[in-house]
């Protein structure tokens, strides 16, 4: 019997990179896509992807960014518009070799910010599920990357970064670096925001090392399509890791109401 669930993995040429992919029950319905955060890569996804993928009916289709996992490292410094050319260059330009222009965005992080820039560009996805977002830069958030910086570099996360990435040392400075970069403090996508109208589901969790709820009640005001939020007492920047079963079952719900449309008509 064919195991349904098992991926397919290759990698995906770019005019200028090579990125590694992994699609989890090819065929059926438009996917979902997953956008990994700051420091992840495909594999920092754990099983989410294959679970909801299994879940839903929908393929999963989750790939590195360039600088991340064994995909091609990044070939210039970053500059404050980094995420403006993941999501309308390299996320655009995968979506058209996929040839599907109907997507579900699950995005973590900086990956949910990539979500929020494209879909205000383009009216791509039927719906958004934002762990953990970013629209604009806290204090918090500097801090919290402050602190990341000094555990590289006296602590181990060097090593167990080393299984999910290439080169850790040049995936950690490339993140930290551009982050950390006084040009960086005044970036903000909520500009992007009034575009949106599709349904949206933000999950945050209340001990977030990284960002507050004023993430969440911007993207909720400035969006115009409906929003669910959920918030959990803990389970840091990485709530779908802390708490999988959780996590796994709203996204299931969320995407099943949005696959059958305001008609309960299967998409």
């Known amino acids: 019997?064919?195991?349904?669930?098992?991926?397919?993995?290759?990698?995906?040429?770019?005019?200028?990179?090579?990125?590694?992919?992994?699609?989890?029950?090819?065929?059926?319905?438009?996917?979902?896509?997953?956008?990994?955060?700051?420091?992840g890569s495909m594999d920092t996804w754990k099983d989410l992807p294959r679970d909801v993928a299994v879940a839903t009916g929908r393929p999963g289709v989750v790939y590195s960014r360039p600088g991340h996992g064994w995909s091609e490292p990044i070939r210039k410094p970053r500059t404050p518009r980094f995420m403006h050319h993941e999501a309308l260059a390299v996320l655009y330009q995968f979506l058209r070799e996929y040839e599907v222009s109907d997507v579900i965005f699950v995005g973590h992080s900086d990956g949910a910010s990539i979500s929020l820039i494209f879909s205000g560009q383009y009216q791509w996805a039927s719906g958004l599920v934002l762990i953990a977002p970013h629209v604009f830069v806290e204090p918090?958030?500097?801090?919290?990357?402050?602190?990341?910086?000094?555990?590289?570099?006296t602590g181990d996360l060097a090593q167990r970064m080393a299984k999910y990435h290439r080169d850790p040392e040049a995936t950690f400075r490339a993140w930290s670096e551009i982050w950390l970069d006084p040009s960086f403090r005044d970036w903000n996508?909520?500009?992007?925001l009034p575009n949106i109208h599709c349904p949206i589901l933000l999950i945050q969790a209340l001990d977030d090392e990284y960002g507050t709820m004023a993430q969440l009640e911007a993207i909720e005001q400035g969006v115009n399509g409906p929003v669910?939020?959920?918030?959990?007492?803990?389970?840091?920047?990485?709530?779908?890791?802390?708490?999988?079963?959780?996590?796994t079952d709203a996204i299931t719900r969320f995407v099943n109401r949005v696959s059958r449309g305001p008609e309960g008509i299967v998409r």
């Open 1 to 39: 019997m064919t195991d349904e669930s098992a991926p397919f993995e290759s990698t995906f040429s770019l005019s200028w990179e090579s990125i590694e992919y992994r699609i989890f029950q090819a065929g059926g319905m438009n996917p979902l896509v997953f956008l990994h955060d700051g420091l």
């Open 140 to 153: 918090k958030t500097i801090a919290g990357i402050q602190d990341m910086v000094t555990r590289f570099d």
């Open 189 to 192: 996508i909520e500009d992007s």
């Open 228 to 247: 669910e939020t959920l918030v959990l007492p803990d389970g840091g920047h990485s709530p779908h890791l802390a708490h999988p079963e959780r996590v």
